[in-house]
Structure formats: structure tokens, C-alpha cells
């Protein structure tokens, strides 16, 4: 490919042009071949009939001296060598070997045949090839040097076939001078042209890399839009259809839906007739419709049209765009439940004080009351005076604006020692001294977390796996163990029944619950505690002692520790897709189901 042309050197047609639109070096160098390749096939051809004329003057013994055959088959060996074995040179160095072993071979043969001429034989119009190749494929200077050399040629040989001062010798003078002219002229237009096509053409290539990229990024746009596109021609022939618009119409993505009709199916009826009253009104036109699919639930949507610009006889193209009313309903509920959370958390922030004070006069009721009856009426007040108060910290907590924590400015704390003094106060507040087995296998790893975000981290974990354990020995499962050299894994399995697929989509959401009692805030606090110090949280079912069970698991950054006593277990690192159970076995600690939690 050749290099920009440096200021002492004009530009050719394939060097580097001003401005921002130029080819790649790659396009330049492949275009700069092809027309070098083509040069070098005519060279071949012309050094092949003249070797054919002179065979030819030397059979019919009408030609000149002997020596020419030889002349013209070196001539013809030179070209094949040249077409054949030789990569082209770069234009941007005009006195570069190759262009003397091409130009400077043309011009020297083309001459001797020219000087040994005889008969009528004339050989000037030869001398164009390489000035035409010296000024397409090489620089504005190379092309002139060419031109003046055979200038110069015709000009000495004008002066040593004729008398000076004659008649002849000022007519051989003046047609030379004229060719030479011609040839000058020729060098100049030819580069010049050249250029000019060059431009344009990196100009083209340019623009069409352009509307190449910005046809694959509307492409990549359209595929990814969850509304379904559909691009109808006037005889209701699908032109083309996203993924969302087939996966809409056929409950599938299949590439055989651009060759789909509209009036195929009835259910498509009400579409169809949508896209013919665009057409003949010739304006946009948008409804709500149903699809009834004999093979899975109807489905509502909402249907606009668009017409596209006619050009010339073209009846121009309908796009019909296709948006799911569930995902418009879903986003207004999104809508209203952040509208909600924000009421929640003002009237929440109200009701506190009133609570605090049924709180007291309860406390101070029960100091007073002996009577049994009166003992169990005041401890049902306090049980769901306090729940209301877990409520009203969950709604305020979840209001809050709460910053991503720095974990470089949070507390570096011992992981397993802090699980262990947390489970053992859930455990006591909980009296589920059998249902919780700790298995703490990361005596090392230090986290960077606030230990009351920890904590509730931790009881929001195993208040939910609570509700759902059978409640059998073991039943919940606290394991902590590393997860390659710089995350903890933190992890609470519980046997209880799998989780329906409507209630996984929406787990980690604000304000969903499947039960009734619940706010259904922990699982989200737990999120956006786990996301404001670099975690992540998630749920999956697994398999822990042949017992299948959820699990939910936390990958927390480790944190670096101060110096401490060497660890008596060693780390060790284990894919996320092990089970629970294999990788406390790897670690020397079997999970038996039997062991309480005073015994770890």
C-alpha cells in the first residue's frame, strides 16, 4: 500500500488525499494492484506483437538488423517477470528500481525499434504506455520525468537524422517538439484525472462504509426493540419483522416470517385491515386489537402505522409497529409503585410517633394489669406493635437516597466471626436453636461491609428462609466460603418448596410478597444493601444433602485484614456451579444435618 506522499512529492492517484474522507490503506493498496496488474497484462500483450513483427520482418527479411528478435523476447521476458513474480512498488517513491525496470525498459526498446525503423514502420504512439502508466500508477513527477525522456528521444533523434538548418530538419524538430508537447500534456491530464477518480472513489467507498455501519446499527436497534416492527408492502406481504413483531405474531422467532400475509390467518384479520385503511387513507392510523393464538393465551396489543415516503412509481412501504399492552400496564404499575413507595414512606414517617406512643402506654399498661387475660391482650399489642415498627423501618430504610458505599472507607470485617455472632442472636431472638446449621469455611476473608448492614443482610436472609423451612433439624443452612481470590461467597439454604416462576421474576422488587403478612421489602433491602457495597445477590435452586432446597448467595468483595495469626482451615476456590454440599466437602466439612448450632 503506498505511504502519504511527503511534501516534495506530488500526490498520485492512490496516495493519502487532504481532508477526512480517504480510503484504507488496504482499499488504496488492492485498487492500486489491479490497475498495476492491468498494465502489466497490456505491456505483455504489446511485447508480444512486436516480438510477432520483428520474427515476422526477419522471416521476410524486411525488417532491420537481427539483433531487434532478441531485443523484443528480453522485452517480453521482462514483462512476464514483472506481471508474474514482482509485488508493485510504492508511487509514493518515483525513482524506485521497478519503475526504472518498467518505464525505463518501455522507453528504452520502444526507442531502439524507433532508431532501427525501416520502411514506414513508425513506432511514437508506442511511447504513450509508459507515459500513461508512469502518470496513472506513479507521481505527477515520475509522469514528467517520463514525458521529457521521450521528449528529449525525439529531439536527439530528429537532430541525427536530418541536416541542420534544413527543410527536413526543421519539420522532424517541429513534429517531435509537438509529440513531446502531446506527451506532456498527456502525463498532466492522465494523473490529474486520475486523482480526481481516486477521490471520488474513496469518497464513494467512505460513504458507503458510513451507511453500511449506520445500516447495521439501525438493524441492531430494531432487533433489540422490544415493539415488534413489521414492514408491509401494499399487497400485505410482511417485508420483514423484528424479533419482538415475530416472536408477537408466530410465538417464535423464525426467519421465514418475511414471506408471511397478513391475511393468512384470521387472527391477523384486524391487522391486515389496519395496514389496507393506512394505504387508503394514506395517513398514520393506530388501534388496540387482540390475537388470538390457538396455542398459547391471546394477547392485547396496541398497533400504530407509519407510511413511508413514495418514490417515483413506488406505492412506498407501511411499517406497523406492535407494543404488548402487559409491558405498557407493567411499566404504569412500575410507575405507580414508586408513586406509592414515596406516599408509603411519608405516611410511614407519620405514623411512628403515634406508634412510639402505643408503644409506652402498652409498656406502662402491663405494669399495671395482673389478670391473665389482660397479661395476653397486652402482648398481642406489643407482638403487632412491633411488627408495624419492622414495617415502618423497612419503608423509610427503602426511601432513603442511599449512595454506593466506598468499600475502601467501610469497616473491614471477619467474616465468619461476625456470621457466627450474628446467627447465634437471630437464633436466640428466633428460638430455632436446631433449625440453623452454620457452616463457616472462611476463616480469612474479610469484607469490607457496615456491620449493622450485615445484619440485616443476614436476618432478612434467614427471617425469609424461616417461613419457608419445613422447620426439621437443619432445615437452614448458613455457609460462608471463598469464591476465587478476591470475592466471599455468603449463603443461607433453606428445604423449603421451589419457588413458582411468576414469583422469581419479581423476587428482589419492591412491595411483592407472596405472602400476605409480609411488606414485601427484605428481599429488597437485601439488593440494595448488597449493590451499595460492590455485591451481588441471587437465588437458585439447588441440591444440599439429596435434599433439594433454595438457596439464596451473596458474592461480597473481600477486603484486605490486618496481620493475623496464621488460619487453621485453608482457602480454597470453587466454581459457582458446585453445590453447597460438594464444596464443604472439599473443604474437610461435611454438612451433617444433625448437628446443632452450639456444636459449630
Known amino acids: 500500500m503506498a505511504r502519504d506522499v511527503s511534501s516534495q512529492f506530488a500526490p498520485s492517484w492512490y496516495s493519502a488525499f487532504e481532508g477526512s474522507h480517504v480510503q484504507s490503506r488496504e482499499q488504496r493498496m488492492r485498487a492500486f494492484v489491479r490497475l498495476w496488474r492491468a498494465f502489466m497484462r497490456a505491456r505483455v500483450f504489446i511485447a508480444t506483437v512486436l516480438l510477432a513483427l520483428q520474427v515476422f520482418m526477419l522471416v521476410s527479411q524486411t525488417g532491420g538488423p537481427n539483433w531487434l528478435v532478441v531485443v523484443c523476447s528480453a522485452h517480453l521476458c521482462a514483462a512476464l517477470v514483472t506481471l508474474y513474480l514482482w509485488r508493485p512498488a510504492e508511487q509514493a517513491a518515483p525513482m524506485h528500481v521497478q519503475w526504472l525496470l518498467t518505464i525505463g525498459v518501455d522507453v528504452l526498446v520502444f526507442a531502439l525499434l524507433q532508431s532501427f525503423q525501416v520502411g514506414s514502420i513508425n513506432y511514437t504512439a508506442l511511447f504513450a504506455l509508459p507515459v500513461l502508466l508512469a502518470s496513472i500508477l506513479g507521481s505527477l513527477t515520475l509522469a514528467l520525468a517520463t514525458a521529457a525522456s521521450v521528449t528529449l528521444y525525439l529531439l536527439g533523434e530528429a537532430a541525427l537524422h536530418a541536416p541542420l538548418f534544413s527543410d527536413l530538419s526543421t519539420a ?93 390467518r384470521s387472527s391477523w384479520q384486524h391487522l391486515a385491515h389496519l395496514v389496507n385503511e393506512t394505504f387508503a387513507r394514506g395517513e398514520a392510523l393506530e388501534t388496540e386489537t387482540t390475537i388470538d393464538n390457538e396455542d398459547r393465551p391471546s394477547q392485547r396489543l396496541h398497533a400504530r402505522t407509519r407510511l413511508t415516503a413514495q418514490s417515483g412509481r413506488s406505492a412506498g412501504l407501511c411499517v406497523l409497529f406492535l407494543e ?56 398481642m399489642i406489643e407482638q403487632n406493635a412491633q411488627r408495624l415498627s419492622r414495617i415502618v423501618d423497612d419503608i423509610l430504610n427503602v426511601a432513603r437516597a442511599q449512595p454506593s458505599q466506598d468499600t475502601t472507607s467501610a469497616p473491614s470485617l471477619p467474616l465468619d466471626q461476625t456470621v457466627r455472632q450474628i446467627a447465634h442472636e437471630w437464633v436466640r431472638q428466633s428460638k430455632a436453636e436446631r433449625i440453623l446449621g452454620v457452616h463457616a469455611h472462611a476463616p480469612a476473608a474479610h469484607v469490607g461491609f457496615d456491620p449493622e448492614h450485615l445484619r440485616r443482610l443476614l436476618i432478612n436472609l434467614l427471617d425469609n ?15 460462608t466460603q471463598p469464591s476465587g481470590s478476591e470475592h466471599v461467597r455468603l449463603s443461607v439454604w433453606s428445604d423449603g418448596q421451589a419457588l413458582e416462576a411468576s414469583v422469581m421474576r419479581h423476587l428482589f422488587e419492591p412491595f411483592f410478597s407472596s405472602e400476605s403478612r409480609s411488606s414485601g421489602l427484605g428481599l429488597y433491602i437485601c439488593r440494595e444493601l448488597c449493590e451499595r457495597y460492590g455485591a451481588q445477590i441471587a437465588y437458585r435452586r439447588t441440591r444440599l444433602d439429596q435434599r433439594e432446597g433454595n438457596e439464596f448467595y451473596a458474592l461480597i468483595p473481600a477486603a484486605s485484614a490486618a496481620p493475623t495469626r496464621e488460619p487453621t482451615q485453608q482457602s480454597l476456590s470453587y466454581p459457582m456451579g458446585d453445590s453447597v454440599a460438594t464444596r464443604a466437602e472439599h473443604q474437610g466439612h461435611p454438612l451433617s444435618g444433625d448437628t446443632p448450632l452450639a456444636t459449630r
Open 172 to 264: 522532424r524538430f517541429l513534429q517531435a517538439a509537438l509529440t513531446g508537447t502531446g506527451f506532456f500534456l498527456v502525463g498532466v491530464l492522465a494523473n490529474q484525472l486520475a486523482i480526481r477518480l481516486a477521490r471520488e472513489e474513496a469518497l464513494t467507498a467512505s460513504s458507503q462504509a458510513a451507511a453500511r455501519a449506520q445500516a447495521q446499527v439501525n438493524e441492531l436497534v430494531i432487533e433489540s426493540l422490544t415493539v415488534g416492527v413489521l414492514v408491509v408492502d401494499p399487497h400485505g406481504v410482511v417485508r420483514s419483522a423484528n424479533p419482538a413483531a415475530q416472536a408477537m405474531l408466530l410465538g417464535q422467532v423464525s426467519p421465514q416470517a418475511a414471506k408471511l400475509l397478513l391475511s393468512a
Open 324 to 379: 404488548d399492552l402487559r409491558e405498557v400496564e407493567a411499566r404504569v404499575r412500575t410507575e405507580k409503585l414508586a408513586s406509592m413507595g414515596r406516599m408509603s414512606a411519608a405516611v410511614a414517617h407519620e405514623i411512628r410517633n403515634p406508634l412510639s406512643a402505643i408503644t409506652q402506654a402498652n409498656a406502662l399498661l402491663d405494669e399495671e394489669v395482673q389478670a391473665p387475660a389482660q397479661k395476653r391482650l397486652t402482648r
Open 465 to 479: 428462609a424461616l417461613r419457608h423451612a419445613s422447620g426439621k433439624p437443619s432445615s437452614i443452612r448458613l455457609i
